[in-house]
């Protein structure tokens, strides 16, 4: 089970997490390559297989690359307790995914019911406002020429595609060639 590399969820063993899914509001869901992915009101996902691109759209219409989630990625959580109905991101399966859709009131009946689980909910929660932090710090950068040098300090981006770090940027493919090739 891929959702046993989540960092919330690799302190349980298969029977544990397997008894878990079974009694509570739990749904395995599929979805195939190249489909969006729509979280009913109050749930998250938990990424089983697959690979999931998370998208947030700009004030100027324009889509926005935000992260590219692997299996054990919790996805949902921003919106989860919210009283609006529309989620804050899109996600967008790159290939077939298979995920665990659960229930706000399960979850917070699991973190109720072991104190380990709720240690790594908060850790996992507290990396990704990091993360957050990261992505906004990038984009605050008032050029593209700053936001690329920026984005080129972090190991993890440096590795990307150019395709894929022009888009993670928000800025086209052209643009990105252009800083890298004055950069040299």
């Known amino acids: 089970m891929g ?17 878990r899914v079974r009694g509570g ?18 749930r998250i996902g938990i990424l089983d297989k ?11 219409g324009k889509r926005v ?15 989860l307790f919210l009283k609006e109905d529309e989620n804050h991101m899109q996600w967008h399966c790159k290939i077939p995914v298979t995920l665990l859709s659960l229930s706000g009131e399960t979850l917070m ?13 908060i850790a996992y929660v507290n990396g990704r406002i990091r993360f957050l932090n990261e992505r906004i710090e990038c984009f605050t950068h008032g050029c593209i020429e700053e ?16 395709s894929s770090l022009a888009e993670y940027l928000g800025i086209s493919r052209a ?7 004055e950069k040299h």
């Not at 959702?3 to 008894?19: G, R, T, V, W, Y």
């Not at 935000?66 to 996805?75: Q, S």
């Not at 643009?175 to 090739?181: D, I, N, T």
């Open 3 to 19: 959702i046993h590399k989540s960092i919330i969820f690799e302190h349980l063993s298969q029977e544990d997490m397997a008894l």
């Open 25 to 42: 509001d739990c749904q395995w869901v599929s979805f195939s390559a190249m489909e969006d992915i729509t979280l009913p009101k109050n």
């Open 50 to 60: 697959g690979a999931i691109d998370v998208y947030k759209h700009h004030a100027s």
């Open 65 to 79: 690359l935000i992260n590219t989630l692997k299996p054990g990625h919790v996805f949902g959580i921003v919106d």
């Open 109 to 121: 009946q699991w973190l109720q019911e072991d104190s380990q689980l709720l240690s790594a909910y």
């Open 147 to 162: 936001r690329v040098h920026e984005a080129l300090k972090h190991p993890k981006l440096s590795q990307m595609s150019r």
């Open 175 to 181: 643009s990105l060639y252009r800083v890298l090739k």
